[in-house]
């Protein structure tokens, strides 16, 4: 239920032939330790404090339109408002069951029908604009800076592996670049979400949220400004081709001189900072969820979250089986028999089974009538992956189609783009699969950005450097990168890592492998991604022939859920390690994950209610820094009082499941 209580109202009206003075709005957060200030003078500016440190410093915002005007220059105050708001959000597929959306918030209308909203949360801030117009505009630019009032180190995504060479068009799956803002190029594209490192041990993490009908934001260092950085847009895509190399990325060949032509009433991405004393606070934090458009599925009880036996990344290398493996309907029913003895919900249909640029074109090694038929036996659902491109060209036909087939949804890859065109079709995507209770999994994708709140079927992402690169790479950044994903990518919402590797190798014996594929760090390392890292619908990377040879850790995959109804974030320093505390139901699940430093973790058992528990702890063995697939399973018993220290291998965690005696 939500409560909007206006605490105080200001009205000026501006007179023609009269300028009108600059003012300074506070706005404070309900603790009243942070601090947004709003100057509108010639411009409009906010700035952030926290306790008194300089978050943001003051930071422009406008919005040039076609035609020449601009909002947010000399602008005309008509009304502002402040109000409280106080909401309890129920969430769906997530990693609690109750978001709680408390913020105070100013609303400043200007003269030209638009103004800005401004939200001030205890972990964080928030603005945007907003506009009141009959008819259409078109956006020729938006203006959104970051200003800092020291070089502050930030950790930043920067795009390469460009698509065709166009600057626009990238996979959004790059390890963080360390770096003070000074140093970051001003022609060098960044992507959100990133992380600014304060003094004091504070953070904060730069988002975006409800983005929708608009292009999604890339960073640059300002050229005015060297500690500040400012948004770059993609351009309206005017033509588009499939690219020349992979042939199967749309690409813009041509782009229009502005970045969106949108309705003229309608309110704008909000522009996040999210902000932390502590790292921990990061593996928990609510803001993109509290600032999205609350969902649009009257009835979402058809939406099932759990976890897929996925065949891309082991190369469908199954063996000690009578019949030859590969993209064929024996080798998809060796899956569904795997997943069925499991528990596992899903199987999904990676690239191979149809043609990659029509999916009524079948391969003739796939009877998929058969093998729906078949998993349906099993109560096994399977999901099938598709070119970006594929889909669109009838996305209603196709998920008519398929859905009436007995598919349950569909992975979405390729889409290499963040521009108004690409965000818009995700929005129609997310409409049509849920009018046909289809599942998306989007891949080759930005981080999301509060669709999954508003079409909760769309139930993964990717925008993240995950493991698929280890089966052409022994980065030795991966170990870093993983623990600093859940601070900084996991902010925006659930991630495609797809772990579950169990060719386990040390930073000394990785190597890349496309048929027999390895994971940088332990055996223990991966099962804690199961509970660490946010993900509704979560991969098994691996192939069965290893599952089943390792019945013991692919059991207690099994039963970890993959949506929960509380989160704790029990401990944590970004790049370093993660610990979290997720639950569902009456059982309890803890995972913690390390970089290359092997350390030992306490865990405290505060969380749990009074009385006695059975724990099954998963734990780095004696050995794991030779051999990482090395690790021992205990049983214990535990009361609220009781702490537990674990000693972590280098690249190592630990995962646990506890049960009330």
Request: net charge neutral; hydrophobic share 40%; with cysteine.
């Amino acid at each position: 239920m939500i409560r909007i209580i206006p605490v105080v109202a200001f009205f000026f009206l501006a007179h023609s032939g009269l300028a009108q003075k600059s003012k300074t709005f506070q706005l404070p957060s309900p603790d009243k330790k942070i601090q947004v200030t709003v100057s509108v003078a010639e411009k409009i500016t906010w700035s952030v404090q926290h306790e008194g440190q300089t978050m943001l410093a003051p930071s422009p915002i406008a919005m040039q339109l076609a035609g020449g005007e601009t909002l947010g220059a000399n602008p005309k105050i008509i009304a502002a408002k402040q109000q409280v708001i106080n909401e309890t959000i129920t969430a769906v597929a997530y990693k609690k069951d109750v978001v709680e959306n408390n913020c105070n918030q100013l609303t400043i209308s200007c003269k030209g029908d638009y103004g800005v909203v401004f939200r001030a949360y205890n972990d964080g801030v928030a603005c945007r604009f907003f506009t009141q117009r009959k008819e259409d505009i078109i956006v020729n630019s938006e203006l959104a800076a970051f200003s800092f009032d020291k070089d502050y180190t930030v950790f930043i995504p920067h795009t390469s592996d460009l698509r065709e060479g166009e600057k626009y068009s990238c996979s959004f799956e790059e390890f963080y670049t360390e770096t003070p803002v000074s140093k970051f190029g001003t022609d060098t594209l960044g992507y959100l979400p990133l992380l600014i490192q304060y003094d004091n041990h504070k953070k904060a993490v730069l988002l975006e949220a409800d983005v929708q009908d608009y292009p999604a934001m890339f960073v640059h260092r300002s050229k005015e400004n060297e500690l500040a950085l400012t948004a770059a847009f993609a351009p309206y895509p005017v033509e588009e081709a499939l690219g020349k190399r992979s042939k199967i990325n749309y690409i813009p060949t041509k782009r229009a001189d502005y970045i969106a032509r949108t309705k003229g009433t309608r309110t704008f991405p909000w522009r996040v900072l999210a902000i932390s004393v502590q790292d921990k606070n990061l593996l928990n934090n609510d803001m993109v969820q509290r600032l999205s458009e609350p969902d649009k599925i009257e009835n979402t009880a058809w939406i099932k979250p759990g976890k897929v036996a996925w065949d891309w990344w082991n190369d469908w290398n199954i063996s000690h089986v009578d019949f030859k493996a590969g993209i064929n309907t024996p080798t998809y029913k060796h899956y569904i028999d795997f997943a069925a003895a499991n528990k596992i919900e899903y199987v999904v249909l990676d690239e191979g089974w149809s043609d990659d640029w029509d999916l009524n074109k079948l391969s003739p090694a796939i009877d998929l009538a058969a093998l729906l038929e078949y998993a349906k036996q099993k109560n096994v659902g399977l999901i099938l992956w598709s070119t970006w491109y594929a889909l669109s060209r009838d996305v209603e036909g196709l998920s008519a189609k398929y859905a009436a087939m007995g598919v349950k949804g569909f992975k979405v890859d390729f889409l290499d783009r963040n521009d108004q065109k690409i965000i818009a079709s995700c929005y129609e995507m997310a409409a049509i699969a849920a009018k046909h209770h289809l599942l998306l999994d989007f891949h080759g994708m930005f981080a999301p950005q509060g669709l999954q709140r508003t079409w909760p079927n769309v139930i993964n992402f990717e925008g993240v450097r995950g493991m698929e690169y280890m089966k052409w790479s022994a980065d030795d950044r991966v170990s870093r990168h993983a623990v600093s994903l859940p601070f900084i990518r996991m902010m925006a919402g659930p991630m495609d890592y797809t772990p579950g590797a169990f060719r386990n190798a040390t930073r000394k014996n990785a190597k890349p492998s496309n048929s027999f594929p390895q994971s940088l760090g332990t055996r223990c390392n991966q099962l804690a991604m199961y509970i660490v890292y946010e993900a509704p619908l979560q991969m098994l990377a691996d192939n069965p022939t290893i599952y089943t040879k390792e019945q013991e850790c692919t059991d207690f995959i099994a039963k970890v859920p993959t949506t929960f109804n509380e989160t704790i974030a029990l401990d944590g320093q970004l790049g370093e390690y993660a610990v979290i505390a997720r639950r569902k139901d009456n059982n309890w699940f803890v995972g913690g994950m390390t970089n290359w430093n092997e350390r030992d973790i306490t865990i405290g058992f505060a969380f749990l209610k009074e009385g006695n528990y059975s724990v099954e702890l998963f734990r780095d063995g004696l050995n794991a820094g030779k051999d990482a697939t090395d690790y021992k399973k205990e049983t214990m018993t535990v009361n609220p009082a009781d702490k537990l220290t674990v000693h972590l291998a280098p690249g190592g965690g630990f995962a646990m499941h506890i049960t009330k005696l």
